[in-house]
């Protein structure tokens, strides 16, 4: 069988507290991966360097052999915090507004991108399969298949591909996408996405899309389909009937005091919609006076990519926005929100999605969002809690019996929260037990089963579909 190389911006080698400890779902899933297939896991250390070296730092942790190399400060400034943080993530967020286009962005991001290429090529032997990760790596398949690679390569997006209008407001967003085109199998979280980067294909590069999702553009013929990611649904109900998890549960339980809890947990990002969440919150504290003092909202939201500007400022806005709320409703016995901004070994943050008797995930836009399915993998069967769901998550498409709302109104949100704390019983189990049939059988393991699989089917190195 043939090896798998995955390639992603970091890598996350397994450590021996595993799955209870604090690495995410998705490293876990990949790390099973490589045991698998018996491959390797490339990328960035995470460390800089004072000038690149090319040095490959090989280690082998629990039958997963990692790869990691240091990059310079210019290379992380440009290509990390520069082209894929302020410059490709906003934008493929729908956040025009947000997206800052500097010429040096883009050449960090394409000298990384070569740096990439350069260093794992010779770590690749002929019939491995490559499997690429997100927007930090988009033109690493084209820089591969100019050393010569005939592999079978494939690419994997995990945010949004944005419609067609809004890429072109990217400098040099053909190049970027033709890129591209030297993958064999590009993949998606939903059908949505495949949709909008379909119509750049056909609008913008004049291409053809074939029924069976082969794509043609000029001589070139690839496929592209949508792979809804999981989580490892096994692995998490473990964790949540863990002792960890009992702990976790019992305490925050024990300082609700009684008090319904509504839990949100999120990376502290523009795109997870957290102040227009705690505005939807305060509707109903408003709206609902009789609930004030009956529920608290638990937001843990640790703080990520610190060196962004952007990131600092949402920072400082939550900070003041919740502390708005807190002093305007506040009474000497209860305070409406208890904003925590650290992160929780996942054993933990399951007891705490299962105490919580309702879940707000209401990203503004998200590839997939695993939160909303770990909240409805810890539910207990018999009591479960309600999620509330932005409909512009990618796990709405799946999630149909979530409350789904539109994150930007406050009305929704609030109209939302009093229906679930409403809801009879037999509404959330049906509910419930709908969401979580998908949450189980869509899991991690069918999801890289799946890509993996499509991947091998592959023609071999060019491109082109197997023969029928
Ligand atoms: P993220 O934007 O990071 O992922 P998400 O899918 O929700 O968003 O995954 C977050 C993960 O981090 C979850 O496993 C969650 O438990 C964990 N996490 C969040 N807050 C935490 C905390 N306070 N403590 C501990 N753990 C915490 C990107 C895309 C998503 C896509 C995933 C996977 O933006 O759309 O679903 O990749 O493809």
Redesign the pocket.
């Known amino acids: 069988m043939s090896r798998l190389i995955v390639i992603s911006n970091r890598v996350s080698a397994p450590t021996s507290h595993g799955a209870a400890g604090?690495q995410?779902?998705?490293s876990v899933a990949l790390a099973a991966a490589l045991r698998e297939y018996r491959g390797i896991w490339f990328g960035w250390s995470g460390q800089q360097t004072e000038s690149f070296t090319g040095h490959i730092d090989l280690q082998r942790n629990l039958g997963v052999t990692t790869a990691t190399i240091d990059l310079e400060e210019q290379d992380v400034d440009e290509y990390y915090n520069g082209y894929a943080n302020r410059t490709l993530w906003p934008l493929f967020h729908y956040r025009i507004d947000l997206a800052e286009y500097d010429r040096s962005f883009g050449s960090g991001y394409e000298r990384v991108n070569h740096r990439f290429a350069e260093t794992v090529a010779p770590l690749i032997e002929p019939d491995d399969l490559v499997w690429v990760h997100d927007y930090h790596l988009i033109p690493l398949g084209a820089q591969l298949r100019e050393m010569g690679l005939t592999n079978r390569i494939g690419f994997f997006l995990?945010?949004p591909w944005p419609p067609a209008r809004l890429l072109v407001s990217l400098p040099f967003h053909q190049r970027l996408v033709r890129s591209m085109l030297a993958y064999d199998l590009i993949g998606f979280?939903t059908e949505e996405w495949l949709d909008s980067f379909h119509h750049y294909v056909e609008r913008e590069l004049g291409g053809t899309v074939h029924p069976d999702g082969t794509i043609e553009v000029g001589d070139r013929r690839l496929k592209a389909a949508a792979f809804p990611?999981g989580i490892d649904h096994k692995e998490f109900v473990e964790a949540a009937s863990s002792d960890t998890a009992r702990a976790a549960h019992d305490r925050l339980l024990k300082s609700a005091e009684g008090k319904h809890i509504v839990i949100g947990?999120?990376?502290l990002?523009y795109s997870k919609g957290l102040a227009e969440r705690f505005e939807g919150y305060r509707r109903f504290l408003e709206e609902h006076d009789n609930c004030r003092g009956q529920v608290f909202l638990l937001q843990?939201?640790?703080p990520s990519r610190g060196e962004v500007h952007t990131y600092e400022a949402i920072r400082e806005d939550l900070d003041e926005l919740s502390g708005r709320i807190n002093g305007e409703f506040a009474e000497v016995d209860w305070v409406p929100i208890r904003y925590v901004n650290?992160?929780?070994p996942?054993a933990e943050?399951a007891g705490f999605y299962r105490a919580a008797k309702i879940a707000l995930v209401t990203p503004l836009r998200?590839?997939?969002?695993?939160?909303a399915k770990?909240y409805v993998a810890a539910q207990d069967p018999e009591d479960p809690g309600v999620l509330i769901l932005s409909r512009f998550a990618?796990a709405a498409l799946q999630l149909k019996d979530a409350l789904l709302v539109n994150p930007y109104s406050k009305d929704e949100i609030s109209d939302a929260i009093a229906k679930a704390m409403a809801m009879p019983r037999e509404e959330r189990i049906r509910r419930w037990k709908a969401m979580v049939e998908s949450v189980r059988n869509e899991d991690v393991v069918w999801w890289r089963h799946a890509y993996v699989e499509a991947l091998r089917g592959c023609g071999e190195g060019d491109g082109s579909p197997p023969a029928p």
């Open positions: 604090a995410g779902g998705l995990h945010i979280h990611i947990v999120d990376r990002d843990i939201a640790p650290q992160g929780y996942r943050l998200d590839g997939m969002n695993l939160v770990e990618g």
